[in-house]
């Protein structure tokens, strides 16, 4: 598949969005950490933040990103936590979709404290436990 055929296939997913998606007047420069679907390993990246809607976020990397969890340092469209649905390569770079995932206090607590080790250079003790408190409460969101 070429350049050009892969950025008509993202614009198609345009169409498939229950939410309109909107350009950032500004890049922003996001620091993330995934927790990848494949492996449950969490991995340290920097993308850039193309476009938002109230649900989800496009991004922009130099290198691939494999879909997972992703815990973002600094708040993204007030949320903090999302799922990486697909990435894939776009010309040079690989752009990815997010869908942002609503937290209550307490399970965005307990993915910070998580995290917390990481940065302690301690290993991560449930990645099990931080993808299943993602997936319930992207359960509860999509039901409302």
Not at 16 to 33: D, E, I, S, T
Not at 89 to 100: D, E, K, T
Request: net charge positive; aromatic share 8%; hydrophobic share 40%.
């Amino acid at each position: 598949m070429n350049m050009r055929d892969k950025a008509i296939e993202i614009d198609a997913r345009n169409e498939l969005r229950q939410a309109g998606r909107y350009p950032l007047a500004v890049q922003r420069n996001c620091a993330m950490c995934v927790i990848t679907f494949k492996d449950m390993v969490w991995k340290d990246h920097r993308a850039y933040l193309k476009d938002i809607s109230t649900n989800g976020v496009g991004i922009e990397s130099e290198k691939h990103i494999d879909p997972g969890f992703v815990w973002f340092q600094d708040r993204v469209g007030g949320h903090r936590g999302g799922v990486m649905m697909w990435s894939q390569q776009v010309g040079y770079n690989f752009r990815a979709g997010i869908q942002l995932v609503p937290l209550s206090l307490e399970s965005e607590q307990f993915v910070e404290g998580q995290v917390g080790l990481l940065r302690a250079h301690q290993p991560l003790r449930q990645p099990e436990a931080i993808m299943s408190t993602i997936m319930e409460s992207l359960g509860r969101c999509r039901k409302h």
